[in-house]
């Protein structure tokens, strides 16, 4: 296992060795999965999609036996990897009516191949239940660190699911940060 989390260090500072001014070295394709059965919420989830060639690396060291999936000890070798990005919050920028908040807890739930890049499943336990109802949650990714560019999915930073879906608004807004895409604002209105 060391020998696992000490390659990926590896990997990664060598990603990184070329000045801080060049363009990023890992592409992140990102989005929250916030489901709203209830205006107030306590967990969600977060999806990254690895760019293909940082997928490509990370395959061939994990996917010991070469059948292009992560099972069995190589997913838990590669989740408790992931771990590491702790450190950085998970790169995870969120607010609550314009105040910064920590998750309370993420953890690595799963992580797969899929069209032969790697997408990792995060779940995110907020520190204190968000009323949508009353409170605008705001959502980012950005990596002040190690020079991820965290971009959003195709279809948007924020996918909604759950009974209220329909009258809760998702609002995108320009970020001032230069790590971070853009925020996107979340409310649900009775």
């Known amino acids: 296992m060391r020998q696992a989390v000490r390659y990926l260090s590896v990997f990664f500072s060598a990603l990184f060795a070329v000045s801080a001014m060049a363009h990023p070295h890992v592409w992140v394709d990102s989005q929250y999965r916030v489901n709203v059965d209830q205006a107030t919420i306590e967990t969600l989830e977060a999806t990254w ?8 690396s990370l395959i061939v060291e994990y996917d010991v036996d070469g059948d ?13 990897v992931l771990k590491s990005f702790d450190q950085y919050g998970f790169f995870i920028k969120m607010k609550q009516d314009g105040a910064d908040i920590v998750p309370n807890e993420v953890q690595v739930l799963d992580v797969r191949v899929r069209d032969q890049m790697l997408w990792i499943r995060l779940g995110i336990a907020l520190p204190t239940p968000v009323n949508l109802e009353t409170s605008t949650l705001s959502f980012a990714f950005g990596d002040d660190e190690l020079y991820f560019a965290m971009e959003p999915l195709e279809e948007g930073l924020v996918r909604l699911s759950g009974t209220l879906s329909e009258t809760c608004t998702p609002i995108e807004r320009e970020a001032e940060e230069t790590s971070v895409a853009l925020w996107v604002d979340l409310t649900c209105k009775p």
């Open 68 to 80: 292009g999936e992560l099972t069995g000890q190589e997913k838990l070798d590669m989740i408790e």
């Open 49 to 56: 999609g690895l760019d293909l060639f940082t997928s490509t």
